[in-house]
């Protein structure tokens, strides 16, 4: 079944979403760093936020791919 969403609707949505999911994984993935990362060496630090940061970029790249497909025509 196609999805009639109209573009405005799905940027808006879309739009929502990132931002909601942004705060959230970077809320999650500071309180990891706080807890296990103090002690560590700076090199240590630099690889968990650059990993981390790599995990963000997936769903967001989807959410993004998502937001700017064109809409799909009806029949």
Known sequence: MA?????????????????LF????????????IMRLPGLATPWHLLFYFVATLIWLVPSGAIIYWIQAPPRQRG
């Open 22 to 33: 942004s705060i959230a994984y970077f809320w999650f993935a500071i309180t990891v760093a």
């Open 3 to 19: 999805c009639l969403m109209p573009q405005r609707l799905k940027k808006l949505i879309g739009s929502v979403a990132l931002v």
